[in-house]
């Protein structure tokens, strides 16, 4: 019998203490398509929170998700730093070249105060006036980047690479402005009104550095953000892989974990139970040709891996949506999660 | 030390960061082998299979980018850049498509003049600027990086304007959205695709006619 219908804060909460809620929770990412909503180019619709807001709105009637997004772009945090944002039309903005040229440069760093930075006043402008919007029916999720994978924009990959390895103590000097920065923007954004913060940490997945490194750099770091941030905590890897950290990832208290859709998910699966909600891991970039048929498909097998006793929230691996994927594919992945994401997934054992 | 050995010594000490026995084991080539053969049984095997571990998960894009930065500073010092002795066929050019994430650019450099190649540095390109180069350097094969979706389907319209152009040039490209959509680079046009910087190398020779 199926179970009566919850609302999208029931469902999330539901599958974060492992239990299964009415059906699988969607987190759709859509983060740019709320500007071809309301017909607008992708720099002006960032240009102001109400934008974003109407658009989050109006994705999430469309595609009935379970979450509001408050995403923005990833270069935000550097244009916060005074960086330089480069918008195009059929994506999201790049960061331009970084703004740390010399390393002499990083001693002298002022972290942004998030309230009086123009652009992530935005943000929490935009938080705050989805939190009026839905009170406490749809969780609102909220982006940090991780300290340890910010300098891939404030310096350059490669710049940044060399530094991680021949110059630690410049590397710990950033390390620690960057940590004062991401917890003050964590927890300015949770008080106005996010319900969990994503933090977005490609740099400490195994695909990008070996997990020994991880331990001596991003896991301490990630563990001072948690151990600071007033909220749950999404641990998003970017489409990097997870499994040669889950267990680091869970003994730092995260409450979810973003996965790729180049793993196991089945393995992830008996990893995890019990321990970790899982978010993923729908293939964004091939997404933009998926059929029905095919949507269904990986759709099924995804919630036949990973569904079972909750602790899952079905999304795509990146944790962004790209412009190029059509309304009708999104729509079709909504439309297959009312139909097989029904708890109890009985159909997944015939 | 037999080949194989010295291979998996050098391969061992690139993926340790360990320069000094990396210099220990890449000294110069014994009698009779020419430079770029010798490059080619230690250097290229080494970093091929650091490709392919990367490709399976056992080792991390900052060990790979690593090795190929210290491979290009050993072999800079057994081959000069501006050395006769280079490979100089194909007329090579390398570039960042539109986008401004420059790592997978930055590992390819070091991993081709690692393997003895001369090539030009495009840096970031948008597409007609990059036609307008390949034209005039009269490049043969251009390697394209690419992070970002949109990067990567701009592929499409450079191939089409490099034909309209008759430029003979093959194209072959890499980068994030490539591995996550096998038949990406088909669908832009292009004639190959590397899931790592280090399978460049054999890319080219087959793309080029050669066979390794």
Redesign the interface.
């Known amino acids: 019998m199926n179970k009566p219908v919850m609302t999208s804060m029931q469902r999330v909460l539901t599958t974060l203490s492992h239990q299964e809620p009415d059906r699988v929770p969607l987190f759709l990412l859509p983060t740019l398509h709320g500007a071809r909503e309301l017909g607008l180019s992708i720099k002006d619709y960032f240009a102001s929170a109400e934008n974003v807001v109407r658009g989050q709105l109006l994705l999430r009637k469309k595609y009935q998700n379970d979450c509001l997004d408050a995403f923005f772009y990833a270069p935000i945090e550097v244009e916060a730093w005074g960086g330089e944002v480069?918008y195009?039309e059929?994506?999201?903005p790049?960061?331009?070249?970084p703004f740390i040229r010399s390393l002499d440069q990083i001693k002298a760093l002022e972290p942004p105060r998030p309230a009086e930075t123009p652009c992530l006043r935005k943000v929490l402008d935009a938080i705050d006036l989805m939190k009026k919007a839905v009170q406490d029916e749809v969780p609102i999720i909220a982006v940090v980047i991780s300290p340890f994978s910010l300098p891939v924009m404030q310096l350059?990959?490669?710049r940044y690479?060399d530094l991680?390895?021949e110059q630690p103590a410049i590397f710990w000097n950033l390390m620690q402005i960057n940590i004062e920065f991401c917890v003050a923007w964590a927890n300015a954004q949770v008080q106005a009104g996010a319900t969990a913060i994503c933090y977005f940490d490609p740099l400490s997945s195994?695909?990008?550095?070996?997990r020994d490194?991880f331990i001596k750099t991003g896991f301490p770091i990630a563990r001072q953000v948690f151990s600071r941030t007033k909220s749950p905590i999404v641990m998003h890897l970017a489409?990097g892989?997870t499994?040669?950290i889950l267990d680091d990832i869970i003994s730092l208290g995260a409450a979810v974990v973003g996965v790729s859709?180049?793993e196991n998910l089945t393995e992830i699966k008996q990893l995890c139970r019990n321990k970790l909600t899982i978010l993923g891991n729908m293939?964004?970039?091939?997404m933009r040709h998926w059929t029905l048929s095919e949507a269904e498909d990986i759709i099924k097998n995804i919630l036949r891996q990973a569904g079972s006793g909750g602790g899952f929230i079905l999304s795509d691996n990146h944790g962004e949506i790209?412009?190029?994927v059509a309304d009708e594919i999104l729509l079709n992945i909504a439309a297959l999660v009312r139909k097989w994401g029904i708890y109890p997934l009985d159909w997944t054992s015939v | 030390m037999d080949l194989v050995e010295q291979v998996t010594d050098f391969e061992k000490a690139l993926l340790s960061?360990d320069r000094l026995a990396a210099q220990n084991i890449l000294v110069r080539p014994p009698d009779g082998t020419s430079i770029l053969d010798y490059l080619d049984n230690i250097v290229v095997p080494a970093l091929e299979e650091i490709g392919r571990k990367w490709s399976s998960?056992q080792?991390?894009?900052?060990?790979v980018?690593?090795s190929g930065r210290i491979c290009e500073e050993l072999v800079n010092q057994l081959l000069p850049a501006e050395s006769p002795d280079r490979r100089n066929q194909p007329r090579l050019a390398l570039v960042v498509l539109?986008?401004?994430?420059?790592?997978g650019k930055?590992m390819l450099y070091a991993i081709l003049r690692a393997s003895g190649y001369n090539l030009l540095d495009y840096k970031r390109m948008d597409v007609d600027e990059l036609v307008e180069r390949t034209l005039q350097d009269r490049i043969e094969v251009l390697l394209i990086s690419v992070l970002?979706?949109?990067?990567a389907?701009r592929v499409k319209v450079l191939v089409e304007k490099l034909a309209q152009a008759g430029a003979g040039v093959k194209v072959i490209v890499g980068g994030?959205?490539f591995r996550?959509?096998d038949q990406?680079w088909r669908e832009v046009g292009a004639d190959a695709m590397c899931r790592t910087a280090s399978e460049a190398v054999t890319t080219i020779f087959r793309i080029w006619g050669g066979v390794r």
């Open positions: 480069i195009r059929d994506g999201p790049n960061s331009g070249e350059g990959f490669d690479l991680l390895y195994p695909t990008n550095i070996p490194l489409s892989s499994i040669g859709a180049a293939n964004g970039i091939t790209p412009y190029q | 960061l998960g080792v991390a894009l900052a060990q980018y690593m539109e986008d401004y994430h420059l790592l930055r970002m979706l949109p990067s389907l994030a959205p996550l959509d990406l």
